[in-house]
Nanobody
Framework: QVQLVESGGGLVQAGDSLRLSCAASTRTFRIYTMGWFRQAPGKEREFVAAVSWSGINTYYADSVKGRFTISRDNTNNTASLHMNSLKLEDTALYYC????????????WGQGTQVTVSS
């Protein structure tokens, strides 16, 4: 199994930056695509960003493109999400997730870390 633990969330003001981290407890970290999702109160969970197993290919939702950057460190089994120019609408519970190569869904999820942006 894969254990994922997020950290780095907090309360910030609009325009500020935050760095979220995801620590993975697995012996096969390199075979997973890593992704970040978020869910705001009363809303459905939405895709934010993803990075391939090699760290070369990255993908972003239009709402965060140009502001957020996803990366991974396969040596230390971690995935990060650097968030800049935060907006009120970025407020949500952010989840780290892992997907096995060749599968269509993310099968492993962390507990989430809260990000709250105020004006």
């Amino acid at each position: 199994q894969v254990q994922l633990v997020e950290s780095g969330g907090g309360l910030v003001q609009a325009g500020d930056s935050l760095r979220l981290s995801c620590a993975a407890s697995t012996r096969t970290f390199r075979i997973y695509t890593m992704g970040w999702f978020r869910q705001a109160p009363g809303k459905e969970r939405e895709f934010v960003a993803a990075v391939s197993w090699s760290g070369i290919n990255t993908y972003y939702a239009d709402s965060v493109k140009g502001r957020f950057t996803i990366s991974r460190d396969n040596t230390n089994n971690t995935a990060s999400l650097h968030m800049n120019s935060l907006k009120l609408e970025d407020t949500a519970l952010y989840y780290c997730a892992a997907k096995v190569l060749g599968k269509e869904t993310y099968d492993y999820w962390g507990q989430g870390t809260q990000v709250t942006v105020s004006s």
